[in-house]
């Protein structure tokens, strides 16, 4: 098996059924291509990983070492687009316990005050980088973030050796943050004005923390080059990436509303995190969309598995398989078996997880709730690539045929103009 491969087996759907949405998915498909240069249409992503700005990708993974050279850790301040996938990537690739490289620890995606005390003490002693991102440098969460840890930072290192460790990822030409860096000479990189927050993981925006994390950025943008020429077929006959998107619509039509992305792999959460955003906040709207929920199986089964299995039948299953472990932890006899696991004896964890997987899409299956199956060959930097690569440009082409704009935000402002007015912001 190589890279990413979709199983519609289980999700009751026919191919005759798929297949009669070809003709709109070409049109779809070819209307991408032909606005894809148009920077106010935000599909810079499209061909993101082929034509990326080397110069900068050098720069980030320069800069990378610098802050691996210099720093224990590196405080990532941003929210929702701006450091979901950096996290997504990193804690799908590294120890989950310790990392050997510099470690990565977020900042600006809350207002809680108990987190960032937390935070502060934690790195107050420890030698630490910041990097910034924002497109504006006025979103309130990082913007509060980031003024409390330059002062930290500051009083540290003192303002000439403070500026050497902050890093900015921003726009290229405007915005507050901008100014502040082009004034203090910070180190910067760019938010290209075609790609949307969402869909902006294979820039600077995810790449810099991917790449202090110590993962091969290389191969990351090699598995989304991969999928990019993979799914570059206007033929949905051919092209998994638009039959999971066409898919997700018939099942929606047909009244399931909630689609559940499921893993049997501590280290995917942040995949379904970063994922829940992508396709939450690009289908969402208008009154439509569907619901996008996560589990992390088996402990999930544990407390969601009940509802998923006897709960409202409005809901689907995407799972996500990982073929090949990266550790094969074998279960050894013991000569009590008072727990009665010596019929697994020298069977692998990995083995069982598998037959657990099985087992609760058959029960879940028999339960009437449909199941997409999408199979990667390890989690390593070149499969995860080619994952983002296939949900964004799926996440596109399913939010286009539910026939809202899978770009925009509108939504979002609403609380934002009642939380200014509340905290009598000027102008508000």
């Not at 013991?334 to 697994?344: K, T, V």
Request: charged share 30%; proline share 3%; net charge neutral.
């Amino acid at each position: 098996m190589v890279g990413l491969k979709l199983d519609l087996e289980n999700s009751k759907i026919g191919n005759r059924d798929i297949l009669r949405y070809a003709k709109r998915v070409e049109e779809i498909h070819n209307s991408f291509y032909e606005k894809k240069d148009d920077d106010e249409q935000f599909l810079g992503w499209l061909e993101l990983p082929t034509k990326y700005d080397k110069k900068e990708f050098e720069k980030i993974k320069k800069c990378a070492k610098k802050i691996q050279k210099d720093s224990n850790v590196l405080v990532v301040i941003g929210i929702g687009g701006s450091y979901l996938g950096a996290r997504a990537v990193t804690e799908a690739l590294t120890n989950q316990f310790s990392n050997k490289q510099t470690e990565i620890v977020y900042a600006g995606n809350n207002l809680s005050p108990n987190y960032i005390h937390d935070l502060i003490e934690y790195i107050e002693d420890k030698d630490f980088s910041i990097n910034v991102i924002s497109k504006s440098g006025t979103t309130t969460e990082p913007a509060i973030a980031f003024r409390m840890l330059r002062k930290l930072i500051e009083e540290k290192y003192g303002l000439a050796e403070a500026r050497k460790r902050i890093f900015v990822t921003t726009d290229k030409e405007k915005g507050a943050l901008k100014k502040l860096a082009k004034r203090e000479k910070y180190e910067t990189f760019v938010i290209p004005n075609s790609v949307g927050g969402r869909y902006s993981v294979l820039t600077a925006v995810g790449l810099l923390p991917i790449a202090v994390a110590g993962i091969n950025i290389d191969k990351l943008m090699e598995g989304a080059k991969i999928a990019q020429e993979k799914y570059n077929d206007p033929a949905l006959k051919y092209n998994e990436c638009y039959q999971y998107a066409v898919a997700r619509n018939i099942l929606y039509k047909k009244g399931n509303n909630i689609e559940i992305l499921a893993n049997y792999e501590p280290r995917m959460h942040y995949i379904t995190e970063w994922w829940k955003q992508l396709f939450g906040e690009s289908e969402g709207k208008d009154g439509e969309g569907i619901y996008p929920s996560g589990v992390d199986f088996t402990t999930d089964l544990h407390s969601m598995g009940q509802y998923i299995q006897e709960g409202r039948r409005n809901l689907f299953e995407t799972v996500i398989k990982i073929e090949k472990a990266d550790n094969n932890v074998i279960i050894e006899a013991d000569e009590d078996n008072l727990d009665g696991l010596n019929y697994l004896a020298n069977k692998t964890l990995d083995y069982v997880n598998k037959k657990a997987m099985e087992g609760t899409i058959e029960a879940h299956v028999n339960g009437d709730v449909p199941n997409i199956l999408i199979s990667m060959e390890k989690l390593d930097a070149k499969n995860l690539g080619e994952l983002i690569y296939f949900f964004e440009l799926a996440c596109a082409m399913s939010g286009t045929i539910l026939g809202v704009n899978p770009f925009n935000q509108p939504g979002v402002e609403a609380y934002k103009k009642n939380m200014f007015r509340l905290l009598e912001k000027p102008g508000y």
